[in-house]
């Protein structure tokens, strides 16, 4: 079980909240002047690290408020969760236990992982 | 043939305790390097070793592990196979499978334990219907076998499936007798065994860390054992593809997530058929030992944790019970997942890219199983000839650009 600290209600089952993808995608300022790979980019890519990954989750059973957090995909751990008018938080906050890109963290993201 | 199996070898290795059973592959230390290496040793990966010694010629090959063979997907998954997609290019690319598939265990002299018991949709809702007769229409174009079934002949098949005294009655299933399930470690083990025995090195315990380009031209992969230089690199590492594609400095339209699995204590048999519902979202199967096999559905967010939320499993259970009353008291007894890569359409992509050499089999996502044999076989054949087969052309990367999508959401959702 995980538990997700709404900004907004504090601590609830991840079961109560959806996830919203990707994080600080911003629509092309030039719509008309985008190629068709550019296109291509902004609507079917996005990031999918292992590891340190900036997200938007809603509170869907509770207050039903957006907000953005940064996660380790890798153990599922929650490292900050902020308002939506927060400004990005720098990726060297963070520290990320991952041996290497594919690797498999210090915990292990095996049935352990959140046990830790 | 070395390593040919038979009732007599049976018989022989069992008098001497099965201690004498001949190693099925060797396990070499890689060399400098090698025409193609494969990067990922699940069925598709060791499939396209297969294929392309034996029917590209190619004999200079290494498929390289990080853990042990099957251990991703290949050996986590439901093995229900069937090729019923909606699209030409999916019908095509699927049934190809599962012709393949109805050969192996004679071609490869290897028990896949393939039993075509039939694979069945169940419909729920009006919605369900009409998109399930379109899809059948559109398969008997294709000349696929599937058919509609009302709810008596339902009943008739699976007996003890709960049709009418539950929320979301069954109004009818497409079915398709041609599908089934497969023993998933063998087809692994069988193109491991055949691959190994023309040549092909088997990389176990050995972790791709980055993929080396030169001025868009790939030359080779850095790993845990040191650098292997390569003319072609093949990447079929299902939910890692991604995060190996970005080391090469290419980007996939490909999200990873756990997807769930779990079974019963093995009881005598009560079900002989798959069957799936996409509308409350339940499907299960029986194996050979007797347990039930039950797939639940992906989490809501990407992670490369192998695990899966509980809430994902209490959502299947819920309507197991509720289709199967019977099953209301058995015990589960064991729970896992594997990470899946999931495209926008759906559909996969067995691709060429911008790096020279450099190739993708992937976003398979919840469904790859079933089309282990094809797959394997038509991206050897885009690996050795470095332009795609026919079956797998549109399968491209450009149709993220292009728009050519091949939706095939209702057909894979959540049925595997
Ligand atoms: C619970 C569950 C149920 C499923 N049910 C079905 C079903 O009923 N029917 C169906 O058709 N499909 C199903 N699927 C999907 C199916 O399992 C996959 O699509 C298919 O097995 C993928 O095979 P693969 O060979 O491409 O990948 P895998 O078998 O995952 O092989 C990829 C390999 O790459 C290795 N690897 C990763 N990174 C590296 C690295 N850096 N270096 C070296 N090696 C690396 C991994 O260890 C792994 O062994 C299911 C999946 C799951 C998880
Ligand atoms: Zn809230």
């Given at each position: 079980?995980?538990?997700?600290?709404?900004p907004?209600c504090?601590?609830?089952?991840?079961?109560e909240?959806?996830?919203?993808?990707?994080?600080h995608v911003?629509?092309?300022?030039?719509?008309?002047?985008?190629s068709?790979?550019d296109?291509?980019?902004?609507v079917f890519y996005?990031?999918?690290?292992k590891g340190?990954?900036?997200?938007r989750?809603?509170?869907?059973?509770?207050?039903?408020k957006w907000f953005?957090?940064?996660?380790?995909?890798?153990?599922?751990t929650?490292?900050?969760?902020y308002k939506?008018?927060?400004?990005?938080?720098?990726?060297?906050?963070?520290?990320?236990?991952?041996?290497?890109p594919?690797?498999?963290p210090?915990?292990?993201?095996g049935?352990?992982?959140?046990?830790? | 043939?070395?390593?040919?199996?038979?009732?007599?070898?049976?018989i022989?290795?069992?008098?001497?305790?099965n201690?004498?059973w001949?190693k099925?592959?060797?396990?070499?230390?890689?060399?400098?390097?090698?025409?193609?290496?494969?990067?990922?040793?699940?069925?598709?990966g060791?499939?396209?070793?297969?294929?392309?010694?034996?029917?590209?010629?190619?004999?200079?090959?290494a498929?390289?592990?990080?853990g042990?063979?099957?251990g991703?997907?290949?050996?986590?998954?439901?093995?229900?196979?069937?090729?019923?997609?909606?699209?030409?290019?999916?019908?095509?690319?699927?049934?190809?499978s599962?012709k393949?598939w109805?050969?192996?265990?004679?071609?490869?002299?290897?028990n896949?334990m393939?039993s075509?018991?039939?694979?069945?949709?169940?419909?729920?809702?009006?919605?369900?219907?009409?998109?399930?007769?379109?899809?059948?229409?559109?398969n008997?174009?294709?000349?696929l076998?599937?058919?509609?079934?009302?709810t008596?002949?339902?009943?008739e098949?699976?007996?003890?499936?709960?049709?009418?005294?539950?929320?979301?009655?069954?109004?009818g299933a497409?079915?398709?007798?041609?599908g089934?399930?497969?023993?998933h470690d063998?087809?692994?083990?069988g193109?491991?065994l055949?691959?190994?025995?023309?040549?092909?090195?088997?990389?176990?315990?050995?972790?791709?860390?980055?993929?080396?380009?030169?001025?868009?031209?790939?030359?080779g992969?850095?790993?845990s054992k040191?650098?292997?230089?390569?003319?072609?690199?093949?990447?079929?590492?299902?939910?890692?593809?991604?995060?190996?594609?970005?080391t090469?400095?290419?980007?996939?339209?490909?999200?990873?997530?756990?997807?769930?699995?779990?079974?019963?204590?093995?009881?005598?048999?009560?079900?002989?058929?798959?069957?799936?519902?996409?509308?409350?979202h339940?499907?299960v199967?029986?194996?050979?030992?007797?347990e039930?096999?039950?797939?639940?559905?992906?989490?809501?967010?990407n992670?490369?944790?192998q695990?899966?939320g509980y809430?994902v499993?209490?959502?299947?259970?819920?309507a197991?019970?509720e289709?199967?009353?019977?099953?209301?008291?058995?015990?589960?007894?064991r729970?896992?997942?594997?990470?899946?890569?999931?495209?926008?359409?759906?559909?996969?992509?067995?691709?060429?890219c911008?790096?020279?050499?450099?190739?993708?089999n992937?976003?398979?996502?919840?469904?790859?199983?079933?089309?282990?044999?094809?797959?394997?076989?038509?991206?050897a054949?885009?690996?050795a000839?470095?332009?795609?087969?026919?079956?797998?052309?549109?399968?491209n990367?450009?149709?993220?650009?292009?728009?050519?999508?091949?939706?095939e959401h209702g057909?894979?959702?959540?049925?595997?």
């Amino acid at each position: 079980m995980i538990l997700i600290n709404c900004p907004y209600c504090g601590e609830r089952e991840q079961s109560e909240f959806s996830n919203g993808g990707e994080a600080h995608v911003a629509r092309p300022k030039n719509p008309e002047a985008l190629s068709d790979k550019d296109w291509g980019q902004y609507v079917f890519y996005r990031s999918n690290p292992k590891g340190i990954f900036y997200e938007r989750w809603v509170h869907t059973h509770g207050c039903r408020k957006w907000f953005n957090a940064v996660r380790d995909t890798s153990t599922d751990t929650f490292l900050k969760i902020y308002k939506l008018d927060d400004n990005r938080p720098d990726i060297s906050e963070f520290k990320s236990t991952l041996k290497s890109p594919s690797g498999e963290p210090s915990v292990g993201s095996g049935n352990f992982a959140v046990k830790k | 043939m070395r390593k040919k199996y038979s009732f007599l070898s049976l018989i022989k290795n069992a008098f001497t305790n099965n201690e004498n059973w001949e190693k099925m592959w060797e396990s070499p230390d890689p060399k400098k390097g090698y025409d193609v290496i494969i990067v990922g040793g699940g069925g598709h990966g060791l499939g396209t070793a297969y294929y392309l010694a034996k029917e590209h010629g190619i004999k200079n090959i290494a498929v390289i592990e990080k853990g042990w063979l099957g251990g991703g997907n290949t050996g986590r998954n439901t093995t229900i196979i069937r090729s019923n997609y909606l699209w030409n290019e999916s019908a095509h690319l699927y049934d190809h499978s599962v012709k393949l598939w109805e050969n192996l265990s004679e071609e490869l002299n290897f028990n896949m334990m393939f039993s075509q018991r039939g694979v069945m949709n169940l419909a729920h809702n009006e919605h369900d219907i009409k998109e399930m007769k379109r899809r059948i229409s559109a398969n008997r174009l294709n000349g696929l076998d599937t058919q509609w079934l009302d709810t008596k002949e339902i009943e008739e098949l699976v007996p003890i499936m709960n049709t009418k005294n539950l929320r979301y009655p069954v109004l009818g299933a497409a079915f398709q007798p041609r599908g089934g399930v497969a023993r998933h470690d063998a087809v692994a083990w069988g193109y491991a065994l055949r691959s190994n025995e023309m040549g092909v090195d088997i990389i176990q315990n050995c972790e791709v860390k980055d993929i080396q380009t030169d001025n868009h031209k790939v030359k080779g992969v850095n790993t845990s054992k040191g650098f292997i230089k390569a003319d072609k690199v093949a990447v079929v590492a299902s939910g890692h593809t991604s995060v190996l594609a970005q080391t090469a400095g290419v980007k996939l339209p490909l999200q990873s997530r756990p997807l769930q699995a779990l079974v019963s204590e093995p009881i005598k048999p009560v079900i002989n058929t798959v069957v799936m519902s996409n509308a409350v979202h339940a499907y299960v199967s029986q194996s050979d030992k007797g347990e039930l096999v039950i797939g639940a559905g992906t989490d809501g967010y990407n992670s490369f944790t192998q695990r899966g939320g509980y809430d994902v499993i209490e959502e299947t259970v819920r309507a197991i019970v509720e289709l199967y009353p019977i099953f209301g008291k058995m015990k589960m007894l064991r729970q896992w997942g594997g990470i899946v890569d999931i495209c926008p359409d759906a559909s996969p992509i067995i691709s060429k890219c911008d790096v020279k050499g450099l190739y993708f089999n992937c976003g398979w996502g919840t469904g790859g199983f079933k089309a282990t044999p094809g797959s394997a076989n038509v991206f050897a054949h885009t690996v050795a000839n470095d332009q795609p087969h026919k079956i797998n052309e549109a399968f491209n990367l450009e149709r993220f650009s292009d728009g050519r999508l091949i939706d095939e959401h209702g057909a894979a959702a959540v049925a595997h």
